[in-house]
């Protein structure tokens, strides 16, 4: 139970969170430009999903429910680099979440309940969606996209008839998405195991110069568990686990008496790692191979983690914040309030109060630029066909970024969005305007949540980045 001593460091607390919130060192760090290394493969596959969905519904005359689709084909995006299995997990479980949002949303439209209970439910949806992909470790865009797909259905589904063509769509696009994300197995069934040993490597490399050496024995671990996933040859699983055993050993050594030798011995294999190949022996790599762990169950481990603590929190405070902006934004008089309910849940998608804080800024900037963008492509009338192929750039744009910079991948994502909208009803350039104001909304109210509801023990946002 509080005390009255308590209430006040809870205040301070809060009031330090909200004043790094609004420091210039901040709002400047938030411009940084990460480095990202083999974003250009998955961006295509996922742009070529969704030109698949759209052409293919184009074709047969749906343009208006081929948002639908391409929001089931995204499911693609939240898979990088996984080896198979996990990749049909992952994707195939967005894919079902999408499609179940879609049934969500249009339900919700259905039963006719008045605005403000459809935001307290949609804020509740968001609760769930947050709460099944943390639990479920998947990352990609987030849970901001099975909300977009239910609000999305809650104004399109006016009858019955309707929500079934939306959830149809959304299932076929869902199915187009995974065996898109599928395909390039077939050739490169070793590139995921490959990446991450190169990447295990690369982390290695950086050790003596300054790196982390806690960073590089986790991706040591995280390769090792990728070829666990991957392992069917045993040769093959020997080569990069042995590469793997002698990367753990150099790390040891140099730990003990700073002997470079054996890091710079074993790092050389790194170029020969990143060539996009099916496979091909890692000469020299003849070493003794630790054991493989053993994969870890998708299923059992995510329904394992929805009962965690911080799974429950996470999503309360979702809950929280979408449910507070979209109230907010219905009672000023903003058009579109279920848009700052998804607003508020896509700052709060921040690990830490510090990155809530950095996605939240770079959200609302790219929000604006985009918006702007968004308004001129929509004031030239463009038709079908050039929207569908203005979207598919746009997203390959935004997965391109999405590593990078979160604030440019918005500036891609929502000219995007607002071009979706667009095939399923007529919107104008205003819209760009609404977006950017549920957008401040939105952000706004996630922060507050965030700065009010941070942990006691997350102290990071006390000290201001230079």
């Given at each position: 139970?509080?005390?009255?001593?308590?209430?006040?460091?809870?205040?301070?607390?809060?009031?330090?969170?909200?004043?790094?919130?609004?420091?210039?060192?901040?709002?400047?760090?938030?411009?940084?430009?990460?480095?990202?290394?083999?974003?250009?493969?998955?961006?295509?596959?996922?742009?070529?999903?969704a030109?698949?969905?759209?052409?293919?519904?184009?074709?047969?005359?749906?343009?208006?429910?081929?948002?639908?689709?391409?929001?089931?084909?995204?499911?693609?995006?939240?898979?990088?680099?996984?080896?198979?299995?996990r990749?049909?997990?992952?994707?195939?479980?967005?894919?079902?979440?999408?499609?179940?949002?879609?049934l969500?949303?249009?339900?919700?439209?259905?039963?006719?309940?008045?605005?403000?209970?459809?935001?307290?439910?949609?804020?509740?949806?968001?609760?769930?969606?947050?709460?099944?992909?943390?639990?479920?470790?998947?990352?990609?865009?987030?849970?901001?996209?099975?909300?977009?797909?239910?609000?999305?259905?809650?104004g399109?589904?006016?009858?019955?008839?309707?929500?079934?063509?939306?959830?149809?769509?959304?299932?076929?696009?869902?199915?187009?998405g995974?065996?898109?994300?599928?395909?390039?197995?077939?050739?490169?069934?070793?590139?995921?195991?490959?990446?991450?040993?190169?990447?295990?490597?690369?982390?290695?490399?950086?050790?003596?110069?300054?790196?982390?050496?806690?960073?590089?024995?986790?991706?040591i671990?995280?390769?090792?568990?990728?070829?666990?996933l991957?392992?069917?040859?045993?040769?093959?699983?020997?080569?990069?686990?042995?590469?793997?055993?002698?990367?753990?050993?150099?790390?040891?050594?140099?730990l003990?008496?700073?002997?470079?030798?054996?890091?710079?011995?074993?790092?050389g294999?790194?170029?020969?790692?990143?060539?996009?190949?099916?496979?091909?022996?890692?000469?020299?790599?003849?070493?003794?191979?630790?054991?493989?762990?053993?994969?870890?169950?998708?299923?059992?481990?995510g329904?394992?983690?929805?009962?965690?603590?911080?799974?429950?929190?996470?999503?309360?405070?979702?809950?929280?914040?979408?449910?507070?902006?979209g109230?907010?934004?219905?009672?000023?008089?903003?058009?579109?309030?279920?848009?700052?309910?998804?607003?508020?849940?896509?700052?709060?998608?921040g690990?830490?109060?510090?990155?809530?804080?950095?996605?939240?800024?770079?959200?609302?900037?790219?929000?604006?630029?985009?918006?702007?963008?968004?308004?001129?492509?929509?004031?030239?009338?463009?038709?079908?066909?050039?929207?569908?192929?203005?979207?598919?750039?746009?997203?390959?744009?935004?997965?391109?970024?999405?590593?990078?910079?979160?604030?440019?991948?918005?500036?891609?994502?929502?000219?995007?969005?607002?071009?979706?909208?667009?095939?399923?009803?007529?919107?104008?350039?205003?819209?760009?305007?609404?977006?950017?104001?549920d957008?401040?909304?939105?952000?706004?109210?996630?922060?507050?949540?965030?700065?009010?509801?941070?942990?006691?023990?997350?102290?990071?946002?006390?000290?201001?980045?230079?």
């Amino acid at each position: 139970m509080p005390t009255l001593a308590a209430a006040p460091s809870r205040l301070r607390h809060t009031r330090g969170a909200l004043a790094y919130s609004v420091s210039a060192a901040v709002w400047r760090r938030s411009f940084r430009v990460r480095s990202a290394d083999a974003t250009l493969a998955v961006s295509l596959r996922v742009g070529l999903a969704a030109t698949v969905v759209l052409v293919a519904f184009g074709l047969a005359g749906h343009a208006s429910i081929a948002g639908f689709a391409l929001l089931g084909a995204l499911s693609s995006a939240f898979s990088r680099h996984e080896p198979l299995r996990r990749t049909a997990h992952k994707v195939g479980f967005v894919g079902a979440a999408v499609v179940a949002s879609v049934l969500a949303g249009g339900l919700i439209a259905l039963s006719g309940i008045p605005m403000w209970a459809q935001i307290g439910v949609m804020a509740l949806v968001s609760g769930v969606a947050a709460a099944l992909l943390q639990a479920f470790r998947v990352g990609g865009p987030g849970p901001v996209i099975l909300v977009f797909a239910a609000t999305a259905a809650v104004g399109f589904t006016g009858t019955g008839t309707q929500l079934g063509v939306a959830v149809g769509a959304a299932s076929l696009g869902a199915a187009v998405g995974l065996g898109v994300a599928l395909m390039p197995f077939a050739v490169l069934p070793w590139g995921p195991a490959r990446l991450a040993t190169a990447r295990a490597l690369s982390a290695l490399c950086r050790v003596p110069r300054g790196g982390d050496a806690a960073e590089a024995r986790a991706a040591i671990v995280t390769a090792r568990e990728k070829l666990a996933l991957t392992a069917g040859s045993a040769a093959r699983d020997h080569d990069l686990a042995a590469l793997l055993a002698e990367a753990e050993v150099a790390l040891d050594r140099w730990l003990h008496d700073g002997d470079t030798s054996r890091i710079d011995a074993v790092v050389g294999h790194e170029s020969e790692l990143r060539k996009t190949k099916r496979h091909s022996p890692i000469l020299g790599s003849d070493g003794e191979a630790a054991a493989l762990p053993r994969p870890a169950s998708f299923l059992a481990s995510g329904v394992a983690a929805l009962g965690a603590r911080d799974v429950a929190t996470y999503a309360g405070r979702v809950v929280l914040a979408a449910a507070v902006a979209g109230w907010l934004a219905a009672g000023v008089g903003l058009d579109h309030p279920l848009w700052a309910s998804m607003g508020a849940m896509a700052a709060m998608q921040g690990i830490s109060y510090t990155h809530t804080v950095e996605r939240g800024i770079q959200r609302l900037l790219g929000n604006v630029a985009g918006a702007i963008v968004a308004a001129a492509l929509i004031a030239l009338s463009l038709g079908f066909w050039q929207t569908a192929i203005v979207i598919a750039v746009l997203q390959i744009g935004a997965e391109v970024m999405a590593a990078r910079n979160y604030g440019l991948c918005t500036l891609f994502v929502t000219p995007m969005a607002l071009l979706v909208v667009g095939l399923g009803s007529t919107v104008g350039p205003e819209i760009g305007v609404s977006r950017v104001l549920d957008t401040v909304v939105g952000v706004v109210i996630g922060i507050l949540v965030a700065a009010v509801t941070v942990s006691v023990t997350d102290r990071a946002h006390l000290t201001l980045p230079a």
